[in-house]
């Protein structure tokens, strides 16, 4: 339906888009913990800090199938329809795009005309996926200017190469492979883009062959997961150039472009370094016509006992932090790290994107600490800081603790637990959980992305400062 | 109509489609703003001028030949049947132009243009002034009389002549929209001030070619 006047959620400036009111409820990927158990669950967390059930479910809908492990998912329509070249602001920022990553199954779930009853109104089974895409392993969803944008891991039979397709913005209906030219690209993960600049950045980790069993420990220590950056001519949708981080730098994951239209640079995550376990974030950026990218923050392993640390770590008497996923604040200010390994969530002022400052920590879980949460600090916490999300004004941050379900087990042997907390961001910046809000969900679910109703941080794109 | 307040019309219509955001001058204030020089804003309104201009020329030139060659009953209900189907058709169905790519140079920002004033429909509006002038100058119902339709040259020339009208209020309107909003208004009022003109603009299609059915 068209809208007489633009969608209320899109902006046409990240400096608008700060403003905008806080978030009521946020949308959570709950997956089976045991795969084949109960069909995973898209269900609604009241956020609003005035409501007798804040912290608490208040809706959400089940999916019609078993197995198909929720992970990431996104918008139908974001800010990015004020784009002033495929300017189309009168469409409703209504459906989430929700594939199962395992099922290859994607769903179409409405969230109006009751946001806190979501309703499943289409979805396109994975054969039709696999046919008129040749992918499969559907993962980042991102609302772009001319269709919905959708990476895949991998082809039908769980190899490469991965890569992107498109979905109809108006129908949902698949349009087919993004690429006309991949040039050397093999692996897939992320991508996000510089919108104004015609510019599409992907990242690497790998087939789905090397990652549905778990991780593979003689992949890893030949360097075989990704370790590069793509960028690609995103108006004619050719591979541009690679930059290789290293074969040390072991998964190249979360892209998080600035996001101020006039900047061509970003931040890439990389779980881990095959020299000494450390996570690593690097900064791409432009020089002269080429792309390059710079390590600007480094997070070390910590020492451990190996009685404490599960069959995959015991060699190496240290639990490494696995970053596996970072945020950018919408206001460029603040990048978080989720240093799921370690249990540590970590903030730093980015202010001047080369020299990054860690002004923040809070521990949560972790391998070997296993932090309880401030709301019921004589429980220790398995899993750590995961996916995270940040409110458009940057003074609420929300993370959740499993990673993908084989993995977890390999890392979190006893079990990942599930939970979903927040942090409050004092005026000066300064982070603290809130103690109201600590979510627990159904032990038969674990629990993934969080999407921010009205748009977050890694939601929308702008194409004005 | 008389002559002066059709070439009024011609005019206005121009600006309409000079002030709709989605027709030009928001990728003229994009590029402004990107390169941080208003002159970027006037060098992108060339080509995006040429671009309408020419999806425009392409429908009135067309229709002023055929009005010409044929019977002027039939075209007159062809041009308000199109009018109607072009309008129910943006109603039901709001596609909008797939586009992606802000850094395009001079023939892109062209294309650009001939693309999106297709999708509107803005030649279109400029039918009834065209259809409604042929062959037989002194049918009364006619909304537009001009003299020297009777031949393919007349034709042409009032054509290019209504066209060029229409350019003109286009490319100023668009123009000085796309000044005052660099220069002083900025884009944040675009997100509540944006009323949808193309739905107005779909209605106003339906009901130009009803009137147009009825005359």
Not at chain 2, 177 to 197: D, H, P, Q
Request: net charge neutral; hydrophobic share 45%.
């Amino acid at each position: 339906m068209q809208l007489l006047k633009p969608d209320p959620t899109f902006y046409a400036s990240p400096r608008d888009a700060i403003k905008a009111p806080p978030e009521t409820l946020a949308y959570v990927a709950l997956l089976s913990a045991r795969g084949n158990g109960a069909p995973d669950r898209l269900t609604v967390v009241d956020t609003d800090s005035t409501s007798h059930r804040y912290g608490r479910e208040i809706g959400g809908v089940a999916l019609p199938n078993t197995g198909d492990e929720l992970h990431h998912f996104g918008w139908n329509a974001c800010s990015a329809a004020l784009c002033p070249f495929a300017p189309h602001p009168h469409v409703e920022r209504r459906y989430l795009i929700v594939p199962g990553l395992r099922s290859s199954r994607i769903h179409v779930i409405d969230t109006k005309p009751d946001p806190a009853r979501p309703r499943i109104v289409r979805v396109i089974e994975p054969e039709e996926i696999i046919k008129r895409t040749g992918y499969s392993r559907p993962h980042t969803v991102h609302c772009g200017p001319d269709a919905i944008y959708v990476s895949a891991l991998g082809n039908a039979a769980g190899d490469g190469p991965g890569g992107i397709f498109m979905l109809d913005c108006d129908t949902f209906d698949i349009i087919g492979p993004w690429e006309k030219e991949r040039g050397p690209q093999f692996l897939a993960y992320d991508f996000w883009w510089h919108l104004t600049h015609d510019v599409m950045v992907t990242s690497e980790w790998g087939t789905p062959k090397m990652i549905e069993s778990g991780l593979d420990p003689e992949l890893l220590l030949a360097g075989k997961y990704g370790h590069h950056l793509h960028f690609w001519d995103l108006k004619n949708r050719r591979h541009a150039q690679s930059v290789d981080l290293g074969a040390e730098q072991q998964m190249v994951l979360e892209l998080r472009p600035s996001h101020d239209p006039h900047n061509e640079w970003g931040f890439a995550g990389v779980v881990v370094s095959l020299k000494d376990l450390s996570s690593s974030i690097w900064l791409w950026h432009r020089q002269n016509a080429q792309w390059t990218a710079t390590k600007v923050i480094e997070i070390p392993a910590e020492p451990a006992d190996p009685q404490q640390l599960p069959d995959l770590l015991k060699g190496f008497a240290a639990v490494p932090p696995l970053l596996s996923d970072i945020d950018l604040s919408v206001d460029d200010r603040y990048l978080y790290a989720s240093c799921w390994g370690t249990g540590e969530m970590r903030q730093y002022d980015v202010s001047d994107p080369f020299n990054p400052k860690h002004v923040g920590s809070v521990r949560i879980g972790g391998i070997v600490r296993r932090t309880p949460h401030p709301a019921d600090p004589d429980r220790p916490l398995a899993g750590g800081p995961q996916m995270v999300e940040i409110s458009r004004d940057g003074r609420r941050v929300y993370f959740t603790n499993s990673l993908y379900r084989a993995w977890d087990d390999q890392f979190y042997p006893d079990g990942v637990g599930n939970w979903l907390v927040k942090l409050n961001v004092a005026r000066d910046g300064t982070i603290s959980f809130d103690e109201k809000f600590f979510a627990e969900f159904d032990p038969a679910y674990r629990v993934h992305q969080v999407r921010l109703q009205g748009g977050d941080a890694s939601s929308d794109s702008y194409c004005f400062s | 109509m008389s002559n002066s307040a059709v070439w009024l019309t011609l005019f206005f219509l121009g600006c309409y489609h000079g002030i709709n955001p989605g027709m030009g001058w928001l990728f003229a204030v994009g590029l402004a703003f990107q390169d941080r020089t208003w002159t970027a804003a006037v060098r992108a309104m060339v080509p995006l001028t040429l671009g309408h201009l020419l999806s425009v020329a392409a429908i009135v030139l067309v229709a002023s030949l055929v009005a010409f060659q044929l019977p002027h009953r039939g075209v007159h209900f062809a041009a308000a049947a199109i009018l109607i189907a072009f309008g129910i058709y943006r109603l039901v169905r709001a596609r909008h132009v797939r586009w992606v790519g802000m850094r395009v140079g001079f023939g892109g920002l062209t294309l650009w243009g001939f693309l999106m004033s297709g999708a509107h429909g803005a030649g279109l509006m400029l039918l009834p002034f065209v259809v409604g002038g042929s062959k037989a100058p002194s049918t009364p119902a006619m909304p537009m009389t001009m003299p020297g339709l009777e031949t393919v040259h007349g034709a042409v020339s009032a054509g290019v002549l209504m066209i060029s009208v229409h350019t003109l209020g286009y490319v100023l309107s668009a123009t000085a929209v796309a000044l005052l909003v660099y220069a002083k208004i900025g884009v944040r009022f675009l997100r509540t001030g944006w009323v949808n003109v193309d739905l107005v603009w779909a209605l106003a299609l339906v009901l130009t070619g009803l009137i147009a059915f009825m005359t």
